[in-house]
């Protein structure tokens, strides 16, 4: 097995997923969008929903799912930037979800995909 670095592989986690969300309708509004807090993954319009869409790809499932990797400190940072998102394109009005998309790779080609819509929620109150 040709091992390949942590950036090659996140690369084809999110090429796999933007294929998969393009073929499932999503429209894609924004790739890799950098904040001081991060960087969101995916922005995508589905449907009547904006989703900011987090990719997981892992080499297998020896430290459990890919969504695990997604935990509540994850989550807010997440939600930070799609409020910084929302405010800077003004879509207030919009309805909003946060997706993650998990990959698992074998031999460095996509051996598992899975979408899951409304991933985790937030509180946008606190």
């Known amino acids: 097995m040709l091992m390949i670095s942590k950036r090659e592989k996140g690369n084809l986690g999110e090429t796999a997923a933007l294929n998969y969300l393009i073929q499932n309708g999503y429209v894609i509004l924004e790739k890799n969008f950098s904040t001081k807090y ?19 790809t892992r080499r297998d ?18 939600a ?3 409020m910084l998102y929302i405010a800077k394109k003004r879509l207030n009005d919009e309805n909003f979800r946060f997706d993650v998309v998990e990959v698992i790779l074998s031999d460095n080609e ?7 819509k409304d991933a985790f929620q937030i509180d946008f109150t606190m």
Do not use: H
Request: glycine content about 4%; proline content about 2%; some cysteine.
């Open 38 to 56: 991060g960087e969101i993954d995916i922005i995508a319009r589905d449907n009547d929903y904006i989703a900011f869409i987090e990719v997981k």
């Open 110 to 116: 996509v051996k598992y995909l899975r979408l899951i």
């Open 61 to 78: 499932e020896k430290w459990g799912l890919p969504s695990e990797a997604v935990t509540l400190n994850k989550q807010c940072r997440i």
């Open 80 to 82: 930070r930037m799609a």
